[in-house]
């Protein structure tokens, strides 16, 4: 026996009244699961995203020969200061830094990437003891760094990776900072009182306590800085 259509529509009017509230609830589920998939904001955070390998050729405190990288591609600059920094980050790398420096602006007008000239790695992000000239030493451009005008103008910016407030810079960035600084005292004839720390122009415990900062300061004093 069927039963009366009339006693078959209570369940159809059921059917449709579980659609009717589970489909708006199902499309709303995947949704979040879908946008759950999806990193929440990469794209605001470039500087994560460090370079599996670097894009020139290492220039490690091995060998006597100058990298080609390191010579400027654009008419030489007057300079008369090598200004040290530290990142005060664990890691990073010229590709990280000159993404975080990108957000930044001064007088409301934005960076044009990374402030410094010279970046020397500490092993994570970039190898350790490795030298990466950025943009703007190869264009021969005035830098970001020092907070005072004549040392941004004037000073080549060299940051190495690493926090040396927490601890000292790797043996390997020293070596390849050593020979950076020899090279570029000969080569743009730095006076002997232009070796200075970010901290001996501006407020700021950069480039950290634990930075050989007064060895390296004495040496270049005394032309004694060797590779
Ligand atoms: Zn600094």
Same mark, same amino acid.
């Given at each position: 026996?069927?039963?009366?259509?009339?006693?078959?529509? !209570?369940?159809?009017?059921?059917?449709?009244?579980?659609?009717?509230?589970?489909?708006?609830?199902?499309?709303?589920?995947?949704?979040?699961?879908?946008?759950?998939?999806?990193?929440?904001?990469?794209?605001?955070? !470039?500087?994560?995203?460090? !370079?599996?390998?670097?894009?020139?050729?290492?220039?490690?405190?091995?060998?006597?020969?100058?990298?080609?990288?390191?010579?400027?591609?654009?008419?030489?600059?007057?300079?008369?200061?090598?200004?040290?920094?530290?990142?005060?980050?664990?890691?990073?790398?010229?590709?990280?830094?000159?993404?975080?420096?990108?957000?930044?602006?001064?007088?409301?007008?934005?960076?044009?990437?990374?402030?410094?000239?010279?970046?020397?790695?500490?092993?994570?992000?970039?190898?350790?003891?490795?030298?990466?000239?950025?943009?703007?030493?190869?264009?021969?451009?005035?830098?970001?760094?020092?907070?005072?005008?004549?040392?941004?103008?004037?000073? /080549?910016?060299?940051?190495? /990776?690493?926090?040396?407030?927490?601890?000292?810079?790797?043996?390997?960035?020293?070596?390849?900072?050593?020979?950076?600084?020899?090279?570029?005292?000969?080569?743009?004839?730095? !006076?002997?009182?232009?070796?200075?720390?970010?901290?001996?122009?501006?407020?700021?415990?950069?480039?950290?306590?634990?930075?050989?900062?007064?060895?390296?300061?004495?040496?270049?004093?005394?032309?004694? /800085?060797?590779?």
């Amino acid at each position: 026996m069927s039963s009366p259509p009339s006693q078959r529509l !209570p369940d159809w009017h059921r059917v449709w009244a579980v659609l009717a509230t589970g489909l708006p609830l199902a499309v709303l589920t995947v949704g979040c699961l879908n946008s759950q998939r999806v990193p929440p904001d990469t794209a605001k955070r !470039p500087s994560r995203q460090l !370079p599996a390998r670097p894009t020139i050729a290492p220039a490690r405190a091995t060998g006597n020969k100058t990298p080609s990288s390191w010579k400027p591609l654009k008419t030489v600059r007057r300079w008369n200061s090598i200004v040290l920094h530290h990142t005060a980050t664990e890691a990073g790398s010229v590709a990280s830094i000159h993404a975080n420096h990108l957000q930044r602006t001064t007088g409301g007008k934005p960076w044009l990437g990374i402030g410094y000239h010279f970046v020397v790695g500490n092993g994570k992000g970039m190898p350790d003891g490795y030298i990466e000239p950025t943009f703007r030493w190869r264009n021969q451009l005035q830098g970001a760094h020092a907070g005072q005008k004549d040392h941004n103008q004037h000073g /080549i910016g060299i940051a190495l /990776i690493g926090n040396f407030e927490k601890r000292p810079p790797t043996a390997a960035q020293l070596a390849s900072l050593r020979r950076l600084i020899v090279h570029l005292r000969s080569v743009y004839a730095i !006076p002997a009182t232009g070796l200075v720390g970010h901290s001996d122009i501006k407020a700021t415990a950069c480039p950290g306590k634990l930075f050989p900062l007064a060895n390296l300061k004495r040496d270049f004093a005394k032309g004694g /800085i060797t590779p």
